[in-house]
């Protein structure tokens, strides 16, 4: 995973499931190496400028506790919304980062104002062929078992890549698979935001078993 930083160009609190539909010819996955471990955070801060200041100041401390490589999304129309998606060497790193003292207090240094999300993710499921697209969906849900799940989100990347929606992750926290986290790269978003309103997602999450209400960020690349 680059270092990059990405702009959350809408917040979207919606019944989206893995947009799923019908079809074949999925996007080739694979399953990442155990080593390894990623991180996201997403907190408000005072003001995102000043926190990416102060943030940036901090990479040596970072890389001494073994974060390595960052990517950094920013709220639109909620310009103090940071989205973080870190690797750590391992999960022992990154449980030590999110629990050292020091990174409460770059945090408050930094401005944050509260934690909406903190987790350290499991190995996930990656899509390397799937192009560096500028405008991303990030989506998190829970679902009632992964491996049901994930069988119908695969069963339905047609209809997905017809649509603009392109996978490029597929992670849960550790120890929790039913927590699922996913990334996408989205080609035509105005198309995306239509089906994402339809009435097919109600059915879909129906049937791959997510049982709340999903969270959903799109997000635009920043170099």
């Known amino acids: 995973m680059r270092s990059r930083t990405v702009v959350i160009s ?9 947009l799923c539909g019908c079809g074949a010819n999925p996007e080739p996955a694979t399953i990442e190496p155990e080593e390894g471990a990623r ?22 401390s970072r890389l001494d506790m073994g974060i390595e490589e960052e990517l950094i999304l920013q709220g ?19 449980a030590d980062w999110l629990q050292s003292p020091a990174t ?16 350290i993710l499991a190995p996930g499921i990656v899509y390397p062929d799937t192009p560096e697209y ?44 039913n927590d699922v986290y996913m990334m996408f790269g989205v080609s035509d978003p105005e198309r995306v935001a239509e089906y994402m309103a339809s009435d097919l997602l109600g059915l879909a999450m129906r049937l791959a078993g997510v049982t709340a209400q999903p969270q959903a960020f799109f997000v635009n690349v920043v170099e």
């Not at 991180?39 to 040596?60: G, I, K, L, N």
């Not at 409460?104 to 987790?119: H, W």
């Open 104 to 119: 409460a207090r770059s945090m408050e240094f930094s401005g944050v104002k509260g934690e909406l999300i903190t987790d």
């Open 10 to 18: 809408t917040l979207l609190l919606v019944p989206v499931l893995a």
């Open 134 to 177: 500028e405008t991303r969906l990030v989506v998190r849900h829970p679902v009632s078992d992964f491996d049901r799940w994930y069988s119908t989100f695969r069963g339905h990347e047609r209809e997905r890549l017809d649509v603009g929606v392109h996978t490029m992750l597929v992670t849960h926290p550790l120890g929790d698979p």
């Open 76 to 94: 639109e129309s909620m310009s103090n919304l940071v989205f973080l998606l870190m690797s750590a060497r391992d999960s022992v790193s990154a």
């Open 39 to 60: 991180v996201v955070v997403v907190h408000e801060v005072a003001d995102f400028d000043e926190w990416h200041t102060r943030f940036a100041e901090q990479v040596t």
